[in-house]
C-alpha cells in the first residue's frame, strides 16, 4: 500500500521569503501525485497534480511542484510568499490502476506567513 | 451537481444518540472517500467506494460508524450511540478512477 510522509508539521516564514515543503512517498508502483491546500475554516481545494509528462508541475498561486522518482518526492515550492498563504497544505498519493485504497494524505504541513 | 454536496454542515447532536452524513458526488465521479478532520488535525481515512467494487472499509474506526453508497450516487455515513470523541468535520471527496478528488465543505459534528 502507499503512504506519504510530509515532514514538516509546521513551517514559518516571512513575507516575500521563499517556501519549500517537503513531501516524500511510499510506493511499489506508480501513482499520481496532489498537492491540496485548506485555508482556514474552508474546504481542501487542489494546488496541483503530478499525472504523467514533465515531472515540474505549476499550480494555482504561483506554486510549483517536482516530481523526483528517484528520491520519490514531491516538494511544493513557492519563490515569494504573501499572508494569505497562510494555510494547511496537504500531499496526497493515488495509484491509478485499481488500487485499493485510491487517495492517501499526509498528515499535513501548516504553513504560517509572517508580516 | 456543480460539486460535492454534503449535507446537513453543521450537526449537533446529543452522546449516545444516531446521525447520519450525506454526501452526493459529482455526476459520473467512480470513487467516493470519507475522511475525518478533528479540530487542527489531518485527514483521518475512513472509507473509501470505487464503482461497484467491495468498499475498502479498514478506516471506520470502530463498530458504531458504517457507510453506504448506492451505485455511483449519494453515500451515507451513519454514527450510532455517538460519542464526544466522535466530534469532527467528517469531509466527503469524489473523483473519477484515481484522478484528483473534489471534496464537499464538509458536515461539522458536535456530540455535547
Known amino acids: 500500500a502507499q503512504s506519504v510522509t510530509q515532514l514538516d508539521s509546521q513551517v514559518p516564514v516571512f513575507e516575500e521569503a521563499p517556501v519549500e515543503l517537503r513531501c516524500n512517498y511510499s510506493?511499489?508502483?506508480?501513482?499520481?501525485l496532489f498537492w491540496y491546500v485548506q485555508y482556514p475554516n474552508q474546504g481542501l481545494q487542489l494546488l496541483l497534480k503530478?499525472?504523467?509528462?514533465?515531472?515540474l508541475v505549476k499550480g494555482i498561486n504561483g506554486f510549483e511542484a517536482e516530481f523526483n522518482k528517484s528520491q520519490t518526492s514531491f516538494h511544493l515550492r513557492k519563490p515569494s510568499v504573501h499572508i494569505s498563504d497562510t494555510a494547511e497544505y496537504f500531499c496526497?498519493?493515488?495509484?491509478?490502476?485499481?488500487?485499493?485504497?485510491?487517495?492517501?494524505f499526509g498528515s499535513g504541513t501548516r504553513l504560517q506567513v509572517q508580516p | 451537481g456543480a460539486g460535492v454536496s454534503q449535507s446537513p454542515s453543521n450537526k449537533v447532536t446529543e452522546k449516545g444518540k444516531d446521525v447520519e452524513l450525506r454526501c452526493d458526488p459529482i455526476?459520473?465521479?467512480?470513487?467516493l472517500y470519507w475522511y475525518r478532520q478533528r479540530l487542527g488535525q489531518g485527514l483521518e481515512f475512513l472509507i473509501y467506494?470505487?464503482?461497484?467494487?467491495?468498499?475498502?472499509k479498514s478506516g471506520l474506526p470502530s463498530d458504531r460508524f458504517s457507510a453506504e453508497r448506492t451505485g455511483e450516487s449519494v453515500s451515507t455515513l451513519t454514527i450510532q450511540r455517538t460519542q464526544q470523541e466522535d466530534s469532527a468535520v467528517y469531509l466527503c471527496?469524489?473523483?473519477?478512477?484515481?484522478?484528483?478528488?473534489?471534496f464537499g465543505q464538509g458536515t461539522r459534528l458536535t456530540v455535547v
Open positions: 510506493s511499489s508502483v506508480s501513482v499520481y
Open positions: 496526497a498519493v493515488s495509484v491509478p490502476r485499481g488500487g485499493r485504497r485510491a487517495l492517501t
Open positions: 503530478y499525472l504523467s509528462g514533465s515531472t
Open positions: 467506494f470505487q464503482g461497484n467494487s467491495a468498499p475498502d
Open positions: 471527496a469524489s473523483s473519477y478512477m484515481a484522478s484528483e478528488a473534489f
Open positions: 455526476s459520473g465521479h467512480t470513487a
